[in-house]
């Protein structure tokens, strides 16, 4: 039998730097002592009150088809959100729910792309980003961040990259794996490229809620970008619901139509039940996200501090999100030896950062992903390792 190439297309180029994650599932599995932290899942449940409004949904029947873009309510708290934020005139009609901001990502290229066309993206990226690229058809053109700007954007080759066929900027602020937060000089540059080039913009927020040394600025709040941004965002990093799939996608009301259009071949509308949830969700917005976002502050404080002091190792501090990056070239491995000697010796899971980007090589990312006391513990072992005890 023959299969389509789209699944092919969409392979990512580096995804083998995620088996080290099946493998230390698998050994967590089987009751071994390894720590993991080479994905964005915290080990925290989500918060007793949405998951009682879901209860409470499903027991009173919500399980029913909903519609195409999600239900006024949810879509109306989401927009209001994102006025107040940005100060921007958005409504209902500017927002179209999807199963995380993953399917947002992939929904919005099907949309906005097609063959020929060219997508300008800052690397280290999201590692999916190039696959939604390619299932439109498109290209996806990195352009790499030196290291030693701690990998801020260069504005200058973003636009040097800009070609007749360029279509649009897709980028994360802020951004995973770097956890750099944009400044608000260099979103004003993009947005003065993409109107004069007249250039879609993704803005993938997902951790916008999550800041620790920068405030987040969207850079749908700028000038004349309203109506040429498309802004991702989801409930999984801010109130710990990655399992429940929340995410939506806000821009001009065409666009949502058009993603609506694509829902019913695809989606065919999130569960009510999980709307219910994210609308509480949303409800208890100020407390839930406030916690969550000391619990990775803190979390980052006692890496860092710890991890810092180690010979060989250099760590990026982080100025939002659940992650962080760790230079680790300066033990003389590179990173596929690194982290899967680590993972040998000591039992902690970390990603080699290449995934994300050559740009990232030499760098591994480390999820702020479970309690302080066993990032300790972590840090400890990594310490043990890079100090001589490899094996």
Same mark, same amino acid.
């Given at each position: 039998?023959?299969?389509?190439?789209?699944?092919?297309?969409?392979?990512?180029?580096?995804?083998?730097?995620?088996?080290?994650?099946?493998?230390?599932?698998?050994?967590?599995?089987?009751?071994?002592?390894?720590? !993991?932290?080479?994905?964005?899942?915290?080990?925290?449940?989500?918060?007793?009150?949405?998951?009682?409004?879901?209860?409470? =949904?499903?027991?009173?029947? /919500?399980?029913?088809?909903?519609?195409?873009?999600?239900?006024?309510?949810?879509?109306?708290?989401?927009?209001?959100?994102?006025?107040?934020?940005?100060?921007? @005139?958005?409504?209902?009609?500017?927002?179209?729910?999807?199963?995380?901001?993953?399917?947002?990502?992939?929904?919005?290229?099907?949309?906005?792309?097609?063959?020929?066309?060219?997508?300008?993206?800052?690397?280290?990226?999201?590692?999916?980003?190039?696959?939604?690229?390619?299932?439109?058809?498109?290209?996806?053109?990195?352009?790499?961040?030196?290291?030693?700007?701690?990998?801020?954007?260069?504005? /200058?080759?973003?636009? =040097?990259?800009?070609?007749?066929?360029?279509?649009?900027?897709?980028?994360?602020?802020?951004?995973?794996? $770097?956890?750099?937060?944009?400044?608000?000089?260099?979103?004003?540059?993009?947005?003065?490229?993409?109107?004069?080039?007249?250039?879609?913009?993704?803005? /993938?927020?997902?951790?916008?809620?999550?800041?620790?040394?920068?405030?987040?600025?969207?850079?749908?709040?700028?000038?004349?970008?309203?109506?040429?941004?498309?802004?991702?965002?989801?409930?999984?990093?801010?109130?710990?619901?990655?399992?429940?799939?929340?995410?939506?996608?806000?821009?001009?009301?065409?666009?949502?139509?058009?993603?609506?259009?694509?829902?019913?071949?695809?989606?065919?509308?999130?569960?009510?039940?999980?709307?219910?949830?994210?609308?509480?969700?949303?409800?208890?917005?100020?407390?839930?996200?406030?916690?969550?976002?000391?619990?990775?502050?803190?979390?980052?404080? !006692?890496?860092?501090?710890?991890?810092?002091?180690?010979?060989?190792?250099?760590?990026?501090?982080?100025?939002?999100?659940?992650?962080?990056?760790? @230079? !680790?070239?300066?033990?003389?491995?590179?990173? $596929?030896?690194?982290?899967?000697?680590?993972?040998?010796?000591?039992?902690?899971?970390?990603?080699?950062?290449?995934?994300? *980007?050559?740009?990232?090589?030499?760098?591994?990312?480390?999820?702020?992903?479970?309690?302080?006391?066993?990032?300790?513990?972590?840090?400890?072992?990594?310490?043990?390792?890079?100090? *001589?005890?490899?094996?």
């Amino acid at each position: 039998m023959k299969y389509s190439n789209l699944v092919e297309r969409l392979q990512g180029r580096r995804t083998s730097a995620w088996e080290i994650h099946r493998v230390a599932q698998q050994a967590a599995a089987r009751g071994e002592d390894v720590i !993991v932290l080479s994905v964005g899942d915290p080990e925290f449940s989500t918060p007793a009150p949405i998951v009682e409004r879901a209860i409470d =949904a499903l027991r009173a029947g /919500d399980t029913h088809y909903t519609a195409m873009a999600g239900r006024e309510p949810l879509r109306a708290a989401i927009a209001a959100e994102h006025a107040r934020t940005t100060r921007c @005139d958005v409504s209902a009609a500017n927002v179209v729910l999807t199963a995380g901001a993953q399917n947002g990502v992939f929904a919005v290229s099907l949309c906005l792309l097609e063959a020929g066309d060219e997508v300008i993206v800052p690397e280290p990226m999201y590692l999916t980003y190039e696959a939604c690229v390619r299932a439109a058809g498109a290209t996806l053109v990195a352009v790499p961040v030196d290291p030693a700007r701690a990998f801020h954007v260069d504005c /200058d080759a973003l636009e =040097a990259a800009i070609t007749p066929r360029t279509k649009a900027i897709f980028f994360a602020t802020p951004c995973n794996p $770097t956890g750099v937060v944009m400044q608000r000089a260099d979103l004003e540059r993009i947005a003065r490229l993409a109107c004069e080039h007249d250039l879609w913009v993704l803005s /993938d927020e997902v951790y916008a809620e999550l800041t620790s040394e920068r405030d987040h600025v969207s850079i749908a709040s700028l000038s004349g970008m309203a109506e040429r941004t498309v802004t991702l965002g989801s409930l999984s990093k801010s109130h710990a619901m990655a399992g429940w799939r929340v995410g939506w996608t806000i821009g001009p009301a065409t666009l949502i139509e058009h993603m609506a259009r694509l829902a019913l071949a695809m989606l065919y509308g999130l569960p009510g039940f999980i709307q219910q949830a994210a609308l509480t969700a949303l409800e208890n917005r100020a407390e839930i996200v406030a916690d969550i976002r000391e619990i990775y502050r803190r979390r980052r404080d !006692v890496v860092f501090e710890r991890l810092h002091r180690v010979p060989g190792l250099r760590c990026l501090l982080p100025e939002a999100g659940m992650f962080m990056m760790v @230079d !680790v070239s300066g033990t003389g491995l590179d990173t $596929t030896e690194f982290t899967w000697q680590l993972f040998r010796a000591q039992g902690v899971a970390v990603l080699d950062a290449s995934a994300f *980007g050559e740009t990232a090589n030499g760098f591994v990312r480390l999820g702020l992903v479970v309690g302080e006391d066993r990032l300790i513990e972590a840090c400890e072992r990594i310490a043990r390792f890079v100090e *001589g005890g490899r094996g």
